[in-house]
């Protein structure tokens, strides 16, 4: 490296920049966090490949049963008695059940559900989980001890009881109740988890220099320190997307949430498995779905991780 | 001299050929961690090791000692007096050890068995060797400890490592060296952990060590000071590699390898105030990819094409040897008298206007910060207070450097946190600007957060990892709402001002090294345009070479921008390069306070005078020729304090005092007063003395 004009430009490591102060200055776009992610998260192709699968499931759960009323006539809800358990035909893109329903469309009004749910309970809980749990770690005293003691209530209650005891008041309420129901009682392990990541991570010295260049808590808490758990973070929520969705069926059996003739994909799923071998249509698409749904939304979550992780190599570098 | 049929007399004692380790699969494939180190010894001599962090020194130790994981290969041959160690089974290596070869290391708590008493493990080295029964093994053992300077040696031989402080220790190790007379004591950075008024104890200890065993001393350090002080010798080792050999003398006053030039040139000394330091540009090579050709060659001011394709072996030279192609052209660090280093121009002071007219940044008036002490695990009470911070006054005027220098345990990193807080200490006052902490809102606080940053030591934690570097600069001002647009442009400004490059914003701090982390901490300290800047140690966890550079930088700063600096250090060779003014504090009190000329040229206080004494100069001739005050034992419990004189249990002014004047330290606490014009020092007996030589 040859002497630099400047006498303090004395960069300990040329290295770092390929050219240093080559290009115009003005020419350098300093680009934030938000956009560096963006652009890591843009170069996995299995990323892209799986966001859009994710995209095709939304647009063939809510256009997919109009589109096949239209070409078929059947809904969800209609049954077909010149045709019970057939297999997938031109008339019925999935086959029938026992009863005559079509298969395609109760899958994809099935889909319709299941995604939502799993996609908002997994937001929620996780979301709820890094609040809370920074919180109580970030400020300690009292309000540490009255989240905790918030946490450790709801981990002794056993769901299924005040789901039982409660729910008659919420029958009516629908199913979006149910997302609430399921991310209550799915997140208090995580916080828990959070808090003690947050102990350690509030000893480094970024917060304290946070904090001395005049960041408010909740700045701290949700840009320093709920950053530096997101691999943490995004795991749990990969995970409970598919929790979500099977929670939802075990909830159905109180009679609560998604009601027959309504259908979801836990519930196709639950009634299918029973004769998943001899009638193979009745199980085979709803569960496909329901693997899809959890595969991409896990190499989604993965390669978040790594496009917000600036150890991860495989995010390749920032340029 | 390696046929072994030799007169034993002709063959020296320890002799090390060609030594090669290489650690098989890192990251990026095998790690040759040494590369070819050579050398001989004879009894008594002392050989300095010295290098950064990565450079193989102690690596090249281990491997002498057969200390060495499994998998590591070890090539050449080491020979003691003719007898070849490498490649002997365990046994037989373990037996050598203790008995011919001992170790002191760096961390003595890792290497004494905690569930032991330290008399037991001493006596257990010498029975394994010696033969000696019981009873007078643990005899020995006491005399050891005793001999090492351990108070009560026969009561403290029955406590448990961790019950000594880590000087203590240190000699408990030293003790456990020497138990079997060793013929060569290898010694990996022993007084790296330690405050430095006992690494001067415990240097003094090895001298004495030496002495009795007439062991020859192998003495690895990054302290260019510390070998000067106890060296016959000295071996400069850079990426595995010894690059200059030679008597401490000659190579320290006239090297030949740019690497030693440039590293002698890069530390700053206590006895050389306005020297410009000249910082080693880039960071050592990763030894696992390394280019063919010099090692230094990217760093290399002198570089020349032939350097990057053969690498330079290590030939003699007038004194020594040195591994550069151009050993000879250099003559007293030049070239043709071009410096092979050449000093950086930073900016210059302009004639300030005298301090008493310069207002003030910050006044810390009587500041009192005391900690509770608890006993009861289910019933926590209160059964005394200790203060960490005792009463400290001092202010900082604008544009000027406070030096506030401590061992630790001193109670200045408490006094800058109650500073940086910004909140009414429980006792005292401190003003900032002309405002007082203790009638602000809470929106006069934040708003006054912009007249006074921080840089923080280890630069490593002090950088959120996931943010990339242009919104951690740009953090402060995002608190203080600055529109966007301008918080671009002055990110890339920052950037600029502390030497890196603007498109380094859209890296990660995990791309960069050290030194330049710590440049982007400066630069997120710069983002408001503070008046005072605390910097606590912002260079002590960085190697020499990259020291320079991020020093040169603050001073530089230091000028062009007006800043006035709170800079808290435990070296005072730092505090000497880039302090105006400096205050010395001892257990939660300010000792001394002065302007830096004073302080260093002529302290008064016991303390400050045995502190400077104690910090070593890279210069064998001044080093040897100085007079060493030496404070005796370790800093007394905070809850315990002797009365009168804080200072009064190790004070080496105190024990040379006539009775009655010793009334008076233990009775009498001493106020700090101005006992010669411009120097407040603690001490009903200051006296200037000159420990530094001019
Ligand atoms: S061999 Fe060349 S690159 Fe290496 S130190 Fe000498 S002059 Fe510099
Ligand atoms: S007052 Fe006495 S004990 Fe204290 S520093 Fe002075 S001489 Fe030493």
Redesign the interface.
């Given at each position: 490296?040859s002497?630099p004009a400047d006498?303090?430009?004395?960069?300990?490591?040329?290295?770092?920049?390929d050219h240093?102060?080559q290009?115009a200055?003005s020419a350098?776009?300093?680009?934030?966090?938000r956009s560096?992610v963006l652009r890591r998260f843009r170069r996995r192709r299995g990323a892209m490949v799986a966001l859009g699968v994710l995209v095709l499931m939304f647009v063939g759960a809510f256009l997919g049963p109009v589109i096949y009323q239209a070409i078929t006539g059947w809904t969800y809800s209609t049954q077909d008695y010149t045709a019970f358990l057939q297999p997938p035909s031109p008339d019925h893109w999935f086959g029938t059940t026992q009863i005559g329903q079509d298969v395609f469309a109760q899958t994809m009004r099935g889909l319709q559900k299941s995604l939502i749910i799993g996609l908002l309970v997994a937001l929620i809980s996780t979301g709820l989980a890094a609040v809370v749990g920074a919180c109580a770690g970030y400020f300690g005293g009292w309000v540490d001890r009255a989240l905790m003691w918030g946490v450790d209530l709801l981990l002794v209650i056993p769901s299924f009881l005040v789901v039982a005891i409660i729910s008659p008041a919420f029958q009516s309420a629908g199913w979006l109740v149910l997302v609430f129901l399921i991310a209550i009682f799915a997140w208090m392990i995580t916080a828990r988890i959070v808090r003690g990541m947050t102990l350690s991570l509030k000893e480094?010295?970024?917060v304290?220099?946070?904090r001395?260049?005049?960041?408010?808590s909740a700045?701290i808490i949700f840009?320093?320190l709920i950053?530096?758990m997101?691999s943490l973070l995004i795991i749990d929520a990969t995970i409970a997307v598919a929790t979500a969705i099977i929670a939802e069926t075990g909830l159905s059996y109180f009679g609560f949430g998604v009601q027959p003739p309504d259908v979801s994909l836990g519930n196709l799923i639950a009634s299918g498995t029973r004769s998943a071998f001899t009638f193979p249509w009745l199980f085979l698409f709803a569960g496909g779905l329901l693997v899809a749904t959890t595969l991409a939304v896990s190499v989604i979550g993965d390669a978040l991780r790594d496009a917000?992780?600036?150890?991860s190599s495989r995010a390749g570098g920032?340029? | 001299m390696s046929d072994v049929g030799d007169d034993v007399s002709q063959v020296p004692l320890l002799s090390v050929r060609d030594l090669g380790v290489v650690f098989p699969g890192g990251e990026d494939g095998d790690v040759p961690a040494v590369r070819g180190v050579a050398y001989d010894l004879a009894p008594g001599e002392v050989l300095g090791i010295v290098g950064e962090s990565g450079s193989g020194k102690s690596v090249s130790s281990l491997a002498v000692m057969g200390l060495l994981p499994r998998n590591a290969r070890v090539t050449g041959s080491v020979r003691l007096r003719g007898v070849e160690l490498l490649g002997r089974p365990d046994g037989e290596l373990a037996r050598i050890r203790g008995n011919d070869i001992a170790m002191v290391f760096q961390d003595p708590l890792s290497a004494l068995t905690p569930v032991y008493t330290v008399g037991d493990q001493i006596a257990e080295t010498i029975r394994i060797h010696q033969r000696l029964a019981a009873g007078p093994a643990t005899q020995r053992a006491v005399e050891l400890l005793d001999s090492v300077g351990i108070p009560n040696a026969a009561q403290r031989a029955k406590a448990f490592p961790h019950e000594f402080s880590g000087g203590m220790r240190q000699r408990v190790m030293i003790a456990m060296a020497i138990a079997n007379d060793p013929d060569v004591l290898i010694a990996d950075e022993p007084t790296t952990a330690l405050d430095v008024t006992i690494q001067a104890q415990v240097l003094e200890l090895l001298e004495t060590a030496r002495q009795l065993t007439n062991a020859a001393t192998v003495m690895i350090t990054h302290d260019l000071g510390v070998v000067a002080g106890i060296a016959d010798r000295v071996l400069v080792m850079y990426a595995g590699k010894a690059v200059e050999q030679g008597p401490v003398g000659p190579v320290y006053a006239a090297p030949r390898m740019p690497y030693t030039i440039g590293l002698l040139g890069s530390v700053p000394r206590l006895d050389r105030p306005g020297q410009t330091l000249t910082?080693i540009?880039?960071?050592p090579p990763n030894v696992s990819r390394l280019e063919p050709g010099c090692p230094f060659a990217?760093r290399c001011?002198v570089v020349l094409p032939v350097c990057r394709e053969v690498e330079p072996e290590l030939t003699p030279t007038a004194v020594g040897s040195a591994a550069c192609h151009r050993a000879d052209e250099i003559v007293d660090g030049s070239i043709d008298g071009v410096p092979v280093f050449?000093p950086?121009?930073?900016a210059q002071a302009r004639g300030l206007v005298a301090r008493t007219e310069r207002p003030a940044v910050l006044e810390v008036r009587e500041v009192t910060k005391r900690f509770d002490i608890t006993r009861g695990a289910v019933m926590r009470r209160k059964v005394g207070s200790v203060s960490a911070v005792d009463g400290v006054s001092f202010d900082i005027r604008e544009g000027e450097a406070l030096g506030l220098v401590g061992e630790s345990g001193s109670g200045k990193t408490t006094t800058i946190m109650e500073v940086?807080s910004l909140q009414a200490p429980a006792e005292g006052s401190i003003v900032v600007h002309g405002k007082d902490v203790a009638g602000l809102g809470r929106r006069e606080r934040?708003e006054l957060?912009?007249d006074i940053?921080?840089v923080?030591?280890?630069p490593l934690?002090?950088?959120?990892?996931?943010?990339?570097v242009?919104?951690i600069i740009?953090?402060?001002l995002r608190?203080?709402d600055v529109p966007r647009a301008e918080r671009?442009a002055r990110?890339?400004e920052l950037l600029?001002?502390?030497?890196?490059?603007?498109?380094?914003?859209?890296?990660?701090?995990?791309?960069?090294?050290?030194?330049?982390r710590q440049?982007i901490?400066i630069a997120?300290a710069l983002?408001?345009e503070p008046k005072l800047l605390v910097l606590d140690e912002p260079v002590s966890a960085l190697d020499v070479s990259?020291q320079a550079?991020v020093l040169?930088?603050l001073e530089?700063l230091k000028v062009r921008l007006g800043l006035a600096y709170l800079f808290v250090a435990h070296d005072l060779s730092v505090v000497r390069h880039i302090a105006d003014r400096v205050a010395v504090m001892y257990l939660g009190r300010l000792v001394e306070v002065g302007d830096a000329d004073d302080i260093f040229e002529r302290p008064t206080h016991p303390y400050t005078q045995a502190l400077l004494s104690a910090v070593p100069i890279p210069d064998p001739v001044a080093e040897r020729q100085r007079e060493r005050i030496l404070v005796r034992g370790d800093l007394p419990d905070p809850a315990n304090l002797p009365s009168g004189c804080r200072f009064r249990s190790r004070c080496p002014l105190f024990v040379e005092l006539e009775p009655g004047q010793q009334q008076r330290c233990a009775e009498e606490d001493p106020a700090l007063v101005e006992h010669v014009p411009g120097l407040a020092s603690a001490c009903h007996f200051a006296r200037e003395r000159t420990v530094v030589p001019g």
């Amino acid at each position: 490296m040859s002497a630099p004009a400047d006498p303090l430009v004395v960069a300990d490591d040329a290295a770092v920049s390929d050219h240093p102060g080559q290009k115009a200055p003005s020419a350098v776009v300093v680009r934030g966090r938000r956009s560096l992610v963006l652009r890591r998260f843009r170069r996995r192709r299995g990323a892209m490949v799986a966001l859009g699968v994710l995209v095709l499931m939304f647009v063939g759960a809510f256009l997919g049963p109009v589109i096949y009323q239209a070409i078929t006539g059947w809904t969800y809800s209609t049954q077909d008695y010149t045709a019970f358990l057939q297999p997938p035909s031109p008339d019925h893109w999935f086959g029938t059940t026992q009863i005559g329903q079509d298969v395609f469309a109760q899958t994809m009004r099935g889909l319709q559900k299941s995604l939502i749910i799993g996609l908002l309970v997994a937001l929620i809980s996780t979301g709820l989980a890094a609040v809370v749990g920074a919180c109580a770690g970030y400020f300690g005293g009292w309000v540490d001890r009255a989240l905790m003691w918030g946490v450790d209530l709801l981990l002794v209650i056993p769901s299924f009881l005040v789901v039982a005891i409660i729910s008659p008041a919420f029958q009516s309420a629908g199913w979006l109740v149910l997302v609430f129901l399921i991310a209550i009682f799915a997140w208090m392990i995580t916080a828990r988890i959070v808090r003690g990541m947050t102990l350690s991570l509030k000893e480094r010295e970024f917060v304290l220099a946070a904090r001395y260049s005049g960041v408010s808590s909740a700045g701290i808490i949700f840009r320093h320190l709920i950053p530096n758990m997101s691999s943490l973070l995004i795991i749990d929520a990969t995970i409970a997307v598919a929790t979500a969705i099977i929670a939802e069926t075990g909830l159905s059996y109180f009679g609560f949430g998604v009601q027959p003739p309504d259908v979801s994909l836990g519930n196709l799923i639950a009634s299918g498995t029973r004769s998943a071998f001899t009638f193979p249509w009745l199980f085979l698409f709803a569960g496909g779905l329901l693997v899809a749904t959890t595969l991409a939304v896990s190499v989604i979550g993965d390669a978040l991780r790594d496009a917000l992780d600036p150890a991860s190599s495989r995010a390749g570098g920032t340029k | 001299m390696s046929d072994v049929g030799d007169d034993v007399s002709q063959v020296p004692l320890l002799s090390v050929r060609d030594l090669g380790v290489v650690f098989p699969g890192g990251e990026d494939g095998d790690v040759p961690a040494v590369r070819g180190v050579a050398y001989d010894l004879a009894p008594g001599e002392v050989l300095g090791i010295v290098g950064e962090s990565g450079s193989g020194k102690s690596v090249s130790s281990l491997a002498v000692m057969g200390l060495l994981p499994r998998n590591a290969r070890v090539t050449g041959s080491v020979r003691l007096r003719g007898v070849e160690l490498l490649g002997r089974p365990d046994g037989e290596l373990a037996r050598i050890r203790g008995n011919d070869i001992a170790m002191v290391f760096q961390d003595p708590l890792s290497a004494l068995t905690p569930v032991y008493t330290v008399g037991d493990q001493i006596a257990e080295t010498i029975r394994i060797h010696q033969r000696l029964a019981a009873g007078p093994a643990t005899q020995r053992a006491v005399e050891l400890l005793d001999s090492v300077g351990i108070p009560n040696a026969a009561q403290r031989a029955k406590a448990f490592p961790h019950e000594f402080s880590g000087g203590m220790r240190q000699r408990v190790m030293i003790a456990m060296a020497i138990a079997n007379d060793p013929d060569v004591l290898i010694a990996d950075e022993p007084t790296t952990a330690l405050d430095v008024t006992i690494q001067a104890q415990v240097l003094e200890l090895l001298e004495t060590a030496r002495q009795l065993t007439n062991a020859a001393t192998v003495m690895i350090t990054h302290d260019l000071g510390v070998v000067a002080g106890i060296a016959d010798r000295v071996l400069v080792m850079y990426a595995g590699k010894a690059v200059e050999q030679g008597p401490v003398g000659p190579v320290y006053a006239a090297p030949r390898m740019p690497y030693t030039i440039g590293l002698l040139g890069s530390v700053p000394r206590l006895d050389r105030p306005g020297q410009t330091l000249t910082p080693i540009s880039g960071s050592p090579p990763n030894v696992s990819r390394l280019e063919p050709g010099c090692p230094f060659a990217s760093r290399c001011p002198v570089v020349l094409p032939v350097c990057r394709e053969v690498e330079p072996e290590l030939t003699p030279t007038a004194v020594g040897s040195a591994a550069c192609h151009r050993a000879d052209e250099i003559v007293d660090g030049s070239i043709d008298g071009v410096p092979v280093f050449p000093p950086p121009v930073l900016a210059q002071a302009r004639g300030l206007v005298a301090r008493t007219e310069r207002p003030a940044v910050l006044e810390v008036r009587e500041v009192t910060k005391r900690f509770d002490i608890t006993r009861g695990a289910v019933m926590r009470r209160k059964v005394g207070s200790v203060s960490a911070v005792d009463g400290v006054s001092f202010d900082i005027r604008e544009g000027e450097a406070l030096g506030l220098v401590g061992e630790s345990g001193s109670g200045k990193t408490t006094t800058i946190m109650e500073v940086l807080s910004l909140q009414a200490p429980a006792e005292g006052s401190i003003v900032v600007h002309g405002k007082d902490v203790a009638g602000l809102g809470r929106r006069e606080r934040k708003e006054l957060r912009r007249d006074i940053q921080v840089v923080f030591q280890d630069p490593l934690s002090s950088l959120d990892p996931r943010l990339p570097v242009g919104d951690i600069i740009d953090e402060p001002l995002r608190s203080f709402d600055v529109p966007r647009a301008e918080r671009a442009a002055r990110v890339g400004e920052l950037l600029r001002l502390v030497g890196l490059a603007p498109e380094h914003a859209n890296r990660y701090p995990a791309d960069f090294s050290g030194g330049q982390r710590q440049r982007i901490g400066i630069a997120r300290a710069l983002a408001l345009e503070p008046k005072l800047l605390v910097l606590d140690e912002p260079v002590s966890a960085l190697d020499v070479s990259i020291q320079a550079g991020v020093l040169n930088l603050l001073e530089d700063l230091k000028v062009r921008l007006g800043l006035a600096y709170l800079f808290v250090a435990h070296d005072l060779s730092v505090v000497r390069h880039i302090a105006d003014r400096v205050a010395v504090m001892y257990l939660g009190r300010l000792v001394e306070v002065g302007d830096a000329d004073d302080i260093f040229e002529r302290p008064t206080h016991p303390y400050t005078q045995a502190l400077l004494s104690a910090v070593p100069i890279p210069d064998p001739v001044a080093e040897r020729q100085r007079e060493r005050i030496l404070v005796r034992g370790d800093l007394p419990d905070p809850a315990n304090l002797p009365s009168g004189c804080r200072f009064r249990s190790r004070c080496p002014l105190f024990v040379e005092l006539e009775p009655g004047q010793q009334q008076r330290c233990a009775e009498e606490d001493p106020a700090l007063v101005e006992h010669v014009p411009g120097l407040a020092s603690a001490c009903h007996f200051a006296r200037e003395r000159t420990v530094v030589p001019g």
